[in-house]
């Protein structure tokens, strides 16, 4: 935890978590699962076919809408109103249009092009450490205590999480039985 609140410009020593790192990790969250896809996406060479206006493809422009929305450009995405819809209309046009001056990259903002696209991934990544494009299980002997913290978002109801007091044991520990 103390890595991850230093990574995202939080203080947290790693005992406890305070509520804008609660909201700070939940958000986070929120958002790792779509980095993923538009990274798939990237290796995949799938972008010009999947990120353009009217695309039908909703479950990917949901995802890009919510990675624009942590980038900061909820005003463009007029996010208040509309979220995550999956539709590449006038908002995320306006959206991909912003982030794509931000970055010094020309664009009307009509498809996200793959280097708007790596500069999204490149400007999250950081956030992540260094095996964020991998999704890797934790047993559940890994946690020796668990705690559940409720968390209000953003007046839209509350969100259980889970904050693991110690993560494994040291393999001195785990050997003596």
């Known amino acids: 935890m103390r890595i991850f609140a230093r990574r995202n410009s939080l203080d947290g020593d790693g005992e406890e978590v305070s509520t804008p790192l ?7 969250h929120d958002a790792l699962d779509e980095l993923q896809r538009l990274n798939t996406d ?7 076919s999947v990120y353009y206006r009217n695309s039908p493809h909703e479950e990917a422009l949901a995802a890009l809408q919510t990675l624009l929305h942590e980038l900061g450009f909820d005003a463009e995405l007029n996010w208040a109103r509309y979220r995550a819809d999956g539709d590449y209309g006038t908002g995320t046009t306006r959206a991909v249009n912003a982030f794509a001056r931000q970055q010094g990259i020309t664009s009307d903002g009509e498809q996200l092009t793959t280097a708007l696209a790596r500069r999204i991934v490149a400007n999250l990544r950081p956030h992540y450490g260094d095996e ?14 668990l705690r559940t913290r409720e968390v209000q978002r953003g007046g839209k109801g509350t969100d259980q999480i889970v904050i693991a007091r110690r993560s494994c044991p040291r393999a001195a520990d785990a050997s003596r039985g």
């Open 22 to 28: 609660a909201m700070k990790l939940l958000a986070r």
């Open 42 to 48: 990237l290796q995949a060479g799938d972008i010009d």
């Open 132 to 145: 964020w494009s991998t999704v890797t299980p934790i047993p559940a002997a890994a946690f020796r205590e």
